[in-house]
């Protein structure tokens, strides 16, 4: 290791631009392959309050056609969300909620009037996310049953509702209804799209908007499986309600279409395609992948071509190790080596770029057409740092394989007599 | 270029990878461009929209309307009076539907008999505006009609429909003016023609599938925006001398109140982050062409000082010399393009774009995206080429040749 370092370092004095046209141009590649995976990874990888959702299913929209061929799909209501994810077999907590964040109006005790996201829920979706609770208590199913005029806050927004005085018992305007605080929460990443909140009301459960003879509404469901229990176990057990749903709808002369719900984390963070649609994102993972693939490639090419041209250069001394022993396996070894800890240095620099890009640039993530940014500890993660080294390890193989190979396959005599 | 013929085998592979990704990048850039199209038939500038929203009768705020001469209706007429006297606004109107940069579409199909034959405009996005919404947004016709006509039309219940931007051929607008139309085939729903106006769009990049303005409709609660104009620079003054208080009335309040910019701004996001993804791609490969050549051509300068020396030396000009090296990287490029040609010329006779994209594509854009491709390559090959060869022109041939 030490004698390839110090040959790097003797590369780079002796070829400076070259070096420095090297490393960049994996730092480039790197910070761009790194962003891609960032981008992705926050999509499915768990944080607070998502914390568990490798065990999360959700089940967003309900499709009921007639027989002529109108109808209508959209989200449930709470009697439909009811009829197909209650009392699940392996199921850990259930939670029924709108099918996102409102931005509504709230007005407290300060002098602003603002909009803030409400998320409507029931007394299960504290069980299902884990929203750090930091003063008061959070609602009960009689009150969500009674459908309470009671809200839980974020912190942020407590700030904002009531100054710095303390929120427990205050009321404020929500939606032009007279409602009390009785919890305040920790401030939540909006990138939690199916937990975030600045102000949390019980869902209500009578008519929560229902149309469409009842089994339309806003509500959505959020299934969080128990430890060790098969996804698709519970999904077979949604996919029987749906069948034994078609056998009562048929008595009405309708149907109702099963898309594959409820649907994981993974699913839900490529795209649900509408409510009518089977998810079907295939066409979306094959670009990414090409995508990725162009990011390798073409700053390979140019490595690769650059280092048959260190090589050249270097074509004497490898004679003379393959004059005393040195065999191909060690040459090719070697070169790889050398090159890695290059790629390695350019790959550093990329995901260092990656992820203040990402921390500061806006637009990188959005949410709602609003930019929001990630926090450090959701960047730094097992999963994008082992795709950074796959990446720069990668990078470092088609680089450099072809020509270390050419390299390593001269004829020693010829190789100590070349110019 | 012949010692050389592997690099240069890479080389081109790597511009012809690169070129047909840049040519689907400009293609795209030139394809928004395109289909940017301000409505220039309207005037945002200096305009406020928001949304009207009733409170709910379970709210603890509703307020019971006294009697059935009161409703919502009469608690919008009293919230826009409260808006007119504000310093700062000229003119406040109500609609549903009627402001651009919502994602709202409620279409229709309105028919007119049309000499011989009947002409159907399918599916129009139909946006009820009011007189005073007219006023706000500034609505003009295509043939010159002013902002007061076209109020007026409003007024009198006239249909104005707008020119779509993708058609069949079969609808000609021109021949609907002053004749009646059914509105979705019903003989008993007949609406006047009136002007044809510009279309309203729901993005600045959206082709028009089909548009139609009419008056709104008398029952209470059937709208769902409300749009204020303020005086020319007045916004900001406007935007801090708003209270909550002003907002509402009754029961009817107002929402999301916001300039028309930062709904365009909203509106674009998509457009906006697709421009900067494919910005940044573009930039990362023309980056790649940049330094792959600036690195090859550099190892290619120092392998060849004795052969650059010994031409030097037999009288070649410095200039001489540094036009054969942007020339070796201009002929790698011409390599690359023909196969870039080959493949883009293959693509376009297999694909219909307009059919494939459900959008009208003109043929001279996949050309101006090819031109914008080669250029930024041929640009990219020469930056990366100058440093090289700038040094091959400094070789003295002395030096260079006296180990020789």
């Given at each position: 290791?030490?004698?390839?370092?110090?040959?790097?370092?003797?590369?780079?004095?002796?070829?400076?631009?070259?070096?420095?046209?090297?490393?960049?141009?994996?730092?480039?590649s790197?910070?761009?392959?790194?962003?891609?995976?960032?981008?992705?990874?926050?999509?499915?990888?768990?944080?607070?309050?998502?914390?568990?959702?490798?065990?999360?299913?959700?089940?967003?929209?309900?499709?009921?056609?007639?027989?002529n061929?109108?109808?209508?799909?959209?989200?449930?209501?709470y009697?439909?969300?009811?009829?197909?994810?209650?009392n699940?077999?392996?199921?850990?907590?259930?939670?029924?909620?709108?099918?996102?964040?409102?931005?509504?109006?709230?007005?407290g005790?300060?002098?602003?009037?603002?909009?803030?996201?409400?998320?409507?829920?029931?007394?299960?979706?504290?069980?299902?996310?884990?929203?750090?609770?930091?003063?008061?208590?959070?609602?009960?199913?009689?009150?969500?049953?009674?459908?309470?005029?009671?809200?839980?806050?974020?912190?942020?927004?407590?700030?904002?509702?009531?100054?710095?005085?303390?929120?427990?018992g205050?009321?404020?305007?929500?939606?032009?209804?007279?409602?009390?605080?009785?919890?305040?929460?920790?401030?939540?990443?909006?990138?939690?799209?199916?937990?975030?909140?600045?102000?949390?009301?019980?869902?209500?459960?009578?008519?929560?908007?229902?149309?469409?003879?009842?089994?339309?509404?806003?509500?959505?469901?959020?299934?969080?499986?128990?430890?060790?229990?098969?996804?698709?176990?519970?999904?077979?057990?949604?996919?029987n309600?749906?069948?034994?749903?078609?056998?009562?709808?048929?008595?009405?002369?309708?149907?109702i279409?099963?898309?594959?719900?409820?649907f994981?984390?993974?699913?839900?963070?490529d795209g649900?395609?509408?409510?009518?649609?089977?998810?079907?994102?295939?066409?979306?993972?094959?670009?990414?992948?090409?995508?990725?693939?162009?990011?390798?490639?073409?700053?390979?090419?140019?490595?690769?071509?650059?280092l048959?041209?260190?090589?050249?250069?270097?074509?004497?001394?490898?004679?003379?190790?393959?004059?005393?022993?040195c065999?191909?396996?060690?040459?090719?070894?070697?070169?790889?080596?050398?090159?890695?800890?290059?790629?390695?240095?350019?790959?550093?620099?990329?995901?260092?770029?990656?992820?203040?890009?990402?921390?500061f640039?806006?637009?990188?993530?959005?949410?709602?057409?609003?930019?929001?940014?990630?926090?450090?500890?959701?960047?730094?993660?097992?999963?994008?740092i082992?795709?950074?080294?796959?990446?720069?390890?990668?990078?470092?193989i088609?680089?450099?394989?072809?020509?270390?190979?050419?390299?390593?396959?001269?004829?020693?005599?010829?190789?100590?007599?070349?110019? | 270029?012949?010692?050389?013929?592997?690099?240069?085998?890479?080389?081109?592979?790597?511009?012809?990878?690169?070129?047909?990704?840049?040519?689907?990048?400009?293609?795209?850039?030139?394809?928004?461009?395109?289909?940017?199209?301000?409505?220039?038939?309207?005037?945002?500038?200096?305009?406020?929209?928001?949304?009207?929203?009733?409170?709910?009768?379970?709210?603890?705020?509703?307020?019971?309307?006294?009697?059935?001469?009161?409703?919502?209706?009469?608690?919008?007429?009293?919230?826009?009076?409260?808006?007119?006297?504000?310093q700062?606004?000229?003119?406040?109107g109500?609609?549903?539907?009627?402001?651009?940069y919502?994602?709202?579409?409620?279409?229709?199909?309105?028919?007119?008999?049309?000499?011989?034959?009947?002409?159907?405009?399918?599916?129009?996005?139909?946006?009820?505006?009011?007189?005073?919404?007219?006023?706000?947004?500034?609505?003009r016709?295509?043939?010159?009609?002013?902002?007061?006509?076209?109020?007026?039309?409003?007024?009198?219940?006239?249909?104005?429909?707008?020119?779509?931007?993708?058609?069949?051929?079969?609808?000609?607008?021109?021949?609907?003016?002053?004749?009646?139309?059914?509105?979705?085939?019903?003989?008993?729903?007949?609406?006047?023609?009136?002007?044809?106006?510009g279309?309203l769009?729901?993005?600045?990049?959206?082709?028009?599938?089909?548009?139609?303005?009419?008056?709104?409709?008398?029952?209470?609660?059937?709208?769902?925006?409300?749009?204020?104009?303020?005086?020319?620079?007045?916004?900001?003054?406007?935007?801090?001398?708003?209270?909550?208080?002003?907002?509402?009335?009754?029961?009817?309040?107002?929402?999301?109140?916001?300039?028309?910019?930062?709904?365009?701004?909203?509106?674009?996001?998509?457009?906006?982050?697709?421009?900067?993804?494919?910005?940044?791609?573009a930039?990362?490969?023309?980056?790649?062409?940049?330094?792959?050549?600036?690195?090859?051509?550099?190892?290619?300068?120092?392998?060849?000082?004795?052969?650059?020396?010994?031409?030097?030396?037999?009288?070649?000009?410095?200039?001489?010399?540094?036009?054969?090296?942007?020339?070796?990287?201009?002929?790698?490029l011409?390599?690359?393009?023909?196969?870039?040609?080959?493949?883009?010329?293959?693509?376009?006779?297999?694909?219909?774009?307009?059919?494939?994209?459900?959008?009208?594509?003109?043929?001279?854009?996949?050309?101006?995206?090819?031109?914008?491709?080669?250029?930024?390559?041929?640009?990219?090959?020469?930056?990366?080429?100058w440093?090289?060869?700038?040094?091959?022109?400094?070789?003295?041939?002395?030096?260079?040749?006296?180990?020789?």
């Amino acid at each position: 290791m030490k004698k390839q370092i110090k040959q790097i370092l003797y590369d780079m004095r002796t070829q400076p631009l070259i070096a420095w046209v090297t490393v960049i141009g994996t730092a480039l590649s790197i910070f761009l392959i790194m962003t891609v995976v960032m981008i992705e990874s926050v999509g499915v990888m768990s944080f607070s309050p998502e914390s568990n959702r490798e065990r999360m299913l959700y089940g967003m929209y309900v499709h009921i056609n007639k027989p002529n061929g109108s109808g209508g799909s959209g989200s449930m209501s709470y009697k439909c969300a009811e009829r197909l994810y209650a009392n699940l077999k392996g199921v850990e907590a259930i939670s029924f909620q709108s099918d996102g964040a409102e931005r509504l109006d709230i007005h407290g005790t300060t002098d602003e009037t603002f909009t803030a996201s409400v998320r409507s829920c029931d007394q299960g979706f504290w069980e299902v996310f884990d929203h750090k609770l930091l003063e008061g208590r959070l609602f009960s199913k009689e009150e969500v049953e009674a459908g309470s005029k009671l809200a839980v806050v974020s912190r942020s927004t407590a700030r904002r509702l009531f100054g710095p005085e303390n929120a427990i018992g205050r009321h404020f305007m929500l939606d032009h209804n007279d409602t009390e605080v009785i919890g305040v929460v920790e401030d939540s990443s909006p990138l939690a799209e199916w937990a975030y909140g600045e102000v949390f009301r019980p869902i209500d459960v009578i008519s929560s908007n229902e149309w469409g003879g009842g089994y339309f509404g806003n509500i959505a469901a959020a299934i969080l499986v128990e430890d060790g229990t098969d996804l698709e176990s519970v999904r077979d057990q949604v996919k029987n309600r749906y069948a034994e749903f078609a056998s009562e709808l048929k008595a009405e002369g309708r149907d109702i279409i099963y898309h594959g719900a409820p649907f994981t984390q993974q699913v839900y963070a490529d795209g649900i395609p509408g409510s009518n649609n089977t998810p079907d994102n295939s066409a979306d993972r094959a670009i990414n992948v090409a995508v990725l693939v162009i990011l390798l490639l073409v700053p390979a090419i140019n490595l690769s071509s650059m280092l048959h041209s260190r090589l050249r250069r270097r074509i004497n001394d490898l004679g003379v190790r393959r004059a005393f022993g040195c065999t191909r396996g060690r040459i090719v070894r070697d070169i790889i080596g050398e090159n890695f800890i290059v790629t390695l240095a350019g790959g550093l620099i990329g995901l260092g770029a990656g992820v203040l890009f990402a921390l500061f640039y806006d637009g990188v993530f959005t949410v709602g057409g609003e930019s929001v940014h990630p926090s450090l500890s959701m960047l730094l993660n097992f999963r994008i740092i082992f795709s950074a080294f796959a990446a720069c390890f990668i990078l470092n193989i088609i680089s450099a394989a072809i020509p270390a190979w050419q390299a390593a396959r001269m004829n020693p005599v010829n190789a100590i007599n070349a110019k | 270029m012949r010692n050389e013929w592997r690099s240069n085998i890479w080389m081109c592979i790597e511009l012809v990878v690169t070129g047909l990704i840049l040519w689907v990048v400009f293609s795209i850039f030139a394809f928004l461009s395109y289909l940017h199209k301000p409505s220039d038939c309207y005037d945002f500038n200096n305009v406020y929209a928001g949304d009207l929203r009733i409170i709910p009768k379970t709210a603890s705020s509703y307020t019971e309307y006294p009697d059935s001469l009161h409703n919502e209706n009469t608690d919008v007429e009293m919230l826009l009076t409260k808006l007119r006297n504000n310093q700062y606004v000229e003119c406040a109107g109500i609609g549903l539907n009627a402001l651009p940069y919502t994602f709202n579409y409620s279409g229709n199909d309105f028919s007119v008999n049309v000499g011989d034959s009947v002409q159907t405009y399918h599916s129009a996005n139909v946006r009820c505006i009011s007189p005073e919404m007219v006023r706000v947004l500034r609505v003009r016709g295509i043939h010159g009609e002013t902002t007061e006509e076209i109020a007026g039309m409003i007024a009198d219940n006239k249909l104005l429909p707008a020119q779509p931007d993708y058609s069949d051929g079969r609808l000609d607008l021109e021949l609907w003016r002053g004749r009646d139309a059914w509105w979705s085939y019903d003989s008993t729903r007949v609406v006047h023609v009136g002007a044809i106006v510009g279309p309203l769009r729901r993005t600045d990049y959206e082709p028009l599938r089909g548009m139609v303005l009419v008056n709104m409709d008398n029952r209470p609660g059937w709208w769902d925006n409300i749009a204020i104009r303020v005086r020319p620079g007045k916004g900001r003054a406007f935007s801090e001398s708003i209270k909550p208080s002003d907002l509402q009335f009754g029961n009817v309040y107002i929402s999301n109140l916001e300039s028309m910019d930062n709904r365009r701004e909203r509106a674009h996001e998509s457009i906006t982050r697709l421009i900067g993804t494919l910005t940044m791609g573009a930039s990362f490969l023309m980056a790649a062409v940049f330094l792959g050549f600036l690195g090859s051509f550099w190892f290619r300068t120092q392998q060849r000082v004795p052969e650059l020396a010994l031409r030097r030396a037999n009288g070649a000009t410095r200039s001489q010399l540094f036009r054969r090296m942007l020339s070796e990287g201009i002929i790698l490029l011409i390599s690359g393009v023909i196969v870039i040609l080959f493949f883009i010329v293959m693509f376009l006779c297999k694909v219909n774009l307009s059919e494939t994209f459900h959008a009208p594509i003109p043929s001279w854009i996949p050309w101006a995206g090819f031109a914008c491709s080669i250029s930024a390559l041929a640009l990219m090959i020469i930056g990366g080429i100058w440093m090289p060869a700038s040094k091959a022109m400094k070789i003295n041939p002395a030096e260079a040749l006296k180990e020789e």
